[in-house]
């Protein structure tokens, strides 16, 4: 689910592919689409563009990610290209100088990004549903820090198949600007640019295990993740509920919370979060899971 930017509409998606929008102040069911049908929603994203919120983004277990008009209650567009589950989506306003994403409107791109269990990040026009970017951070290295791999839909056998680790979230940034955050499933997260561009890696390095005498270390899968609404701190949590604190103009691991899971789950054991949130305005993390065994 999702709210709007001036905090007046609420946005829910269902396993079987319908999106409910919602009037936070009387709790009315303003508009009912039937998005992707028998497919589950997995990520919804509001406009932002100075159009009051008049277009919603949603993308699906279907492989799609689609755009709806709230006005005319249909599809404006459809995202399609990825082989597998698209997980995450959001609307971003690039800014074609490089600058402040405030500077005027002309100087702004609308994108769509898109993130898969294909392994690869979409990053899309916003306005003709058309390819700019294939990525794929897992094929970065320090000499090569570009993880396109290809520019258009026929960028042939790059563009077809698995790429690699399954791409659960997308975070965009509004520093560093043109920036956003890309969560694989995987002990390693990029802060990367829209044109495909890794600026930093954050590494889960391993924790030692329970033991006071084992010289052992866990090095765990990120399922999910989130940044503080500065910017500052990016907060990454691993399948056995460990939360990392990392500092995001350096890339280290700046606290740890070991006990993460259990705590935001009641203390059931052995429960995967699903998904966590920064509070608006306050230090505070939550966190949800949906483990048939978590009930709240």
């Not at 277990?61 to 589950?85: I, N, P, V, Y």
């Not at 306005?127 to 294939?134: D, Q, T, V």
């Not at 000499?143 to 396109?148: C, D, E, L, M």
Request: charge should be neutral; proline fraction near 3%.
């Amino acid at each position: 689910m999702t709210v709007n930017s001036d905090g007046t509409m609420l946005a829910t998606g269902d396993s079987k592919g319908s999106i409910y929008i919602w009037s936070i102040a009387n709790g009315q069911c303003l508009v009912d689409l039937k998005a992707h049908v028998g497919s589950a929603i997995t990520c919804l994203d509001f406009s932002r563009d100075g159009e009051e919120s008049s277009r919603i983004l949603s993308s699906s277990q279907d492989g799609t990610c689609r755009e709806f008009g709230l006005r005319a209650k249909r599809m404006l567009k459809e995202f399609r290209g990825h082989t597998s589950f698209v997980n995450s989506c959001a609307y971003v306003l690039k800014n074609k100088s490089g600058g402040s994403s405030s500077s005027s409107d002309r100087a702004l791109e609308l994108l769509v990004v898109t993130a898969s269990a294909d392994g690869t990040v979409r990053v899309w026009c916003g306005r003709s549903a058309e390819i700019k970017y294939i990525l794929n951070p897992s094929t970065t290295t320090t000499s090569n820090p570009s993880a396109i791999v290809s520019l258009s839909s026929s960028g042939g056998g790059s563009n077809s198949g698995d790429l690699g680790t399954n791409i659960h979230t997308i975070i965009p940034l509004h520093t560093p600007s043109n920036a956003m955050i890309v969560v694989p499933r995987g002990s390693t997260i990029y802060l990367m640019t829209y044109n495909g561009i890794v600026m930093r890696k954050f590494v889960n390095e391993g924790v030692s295990k329970a033991e006071e005498s084992s010289n052992e270390y866990e090095r765990e899968d990120f399922v999910t993740a989130t940044v503080s609404p500065s910017n500052k701190w990016l907060y990454a949590v691993t399948n056995s509920g460990i939360c990392l604190c990392f500092d995001m103009s350096t890339g280290k691991v700046e606290q740890s919370i070991r006990d993460f899971a259990s705590e935001t789950t009641g203390g059931k054991p052995k429960i995967e979060v699903s998904g966590i949130a920064h509070h608006p305005l306050k230090g505070i993390l939550a966190a949800f899971s949906s483990s048939p065994a978590q009930k709240r």
